[in-house]
Structures are given as C-alpha cells and as structure tokens.
C-alpha cells in the first residue's frame, strides 16, 4: 500500500477511478516476486473484475516502478500443483505432477516456453501425463481447470 500511496502522490492515478485493480497489480506484483502459481485471471475471478482492465492496471503500474529487468519471468511448473489437486486425480495425482514438471522442464530446455501463457503449456503437459499413466481425464476438464480453450492445448501439443 505504500507503493500506491507514493504512486497517488506523484499524480499516478487517474482522478475518479478506483484503485481496486491497482492494488490487486500491486499484490500480483510482490506474489510473481515470490514466486506463488496466481495469474492475473484469478484476481479478476475473485474481485469480479474486467481481466484486460486488470492487465491494463499491471502494466501501467509494471512500467511505473520500472521492474523490466528485476521481476522474474514466470516459471510454468509452478502451477502444475495447483492444476493437478484441482483435477482430482487421485492417488495418482504425484506421478502425473512428478511426469507433467519433467515435461515442462523438457519445454523451457527446447525454448517452447517463451512467449507461451503458463496456464495452456500446464494444460499440455498435465494432458500428457495424463495419458503417460493411463488416467482418464477428459481435455475439457483440464480445460476448465487451466483456463484456456481446447484448440490452445492442442496448438501446445503440436
């Protein structure tokens, strides 16, 4: 809060808007910092709130404190915990989490990651260990789960 209390100071704000999406960028900011699996889309499903507002807020306030070279780029397998309990595989959910960080791992090594929403290369690689182990679960479950639409896993598959 100290952050947007300078941020107003200075005239960062514009005046008449609320400052809810700021500090919910401001939060997602210091949580990326630390490294916790939360997404942007998980404030805006929590907040009731507008994603591409939300996103808008992030950067203004990302370039605001000048973070380019400081913030760590996000790290896929760190989600791949949270999406695996979620689908409810069972006694099987450690071998599919222990396959699916192997494979994204694998991705980062061969510069698939780049560029690439975390959220859809979880879904790619929970999908396929999934089927490494022989456990049904369905494309759209692991959709619903990750946030991204079939033809994206698809797309990450290829």
């Not at 941020?7 to 808007?17: I, N, T, V």
């Not at 605001?64 to 790290?75: A, G, T, V």
């Not at 192997?102 to 090594?109: A, G």
Request: charge should be positive; charged fraction near 25%.
């Amino acid at each position: 809060m100290r952050i947007i209390r300078y941020a107003d100071s200075l005239g960062f704000f514009d005046k008449g808007k609320t400052i809810e999406p700021y500090a919910a960028a401001a939060f997602y900011i210091a949580l990326r910092w630390i490294k916790e699996p939360y997404l942007l889309i998980d404030f805006s499903d929590k907040m009731n709130m507008n994603l591409f507002k939300l996103a808008r807020c992030f950067l203004k306030l990302f370039k605001f404190l000048d973070f380019q070279s400081q913030l760590p780029i996000i790290d896929p397998s760190i989600y791949i915990h949270r999406y695996c309990k979620a689908l409810d595989l069972g006694s099987a959910t450690k071998k599919v989490i222990l396959t699916a960080i192997k494979l994204i791992q694998r991705m980062k090594r061969d510069w698939m990651c780049q560029g690439r929403r975390p959220s859809s290369l979880c879904g790619a690689a929970i999908l396929i260990a999934t089927k490494i182990h022989d456990i049904k679960c369905s494309t759209a479950d692991i959709c619903k789960t990750v946030f991204v639409c079939d033809e994206t896993i698809r797309r990450r598959l290829e």
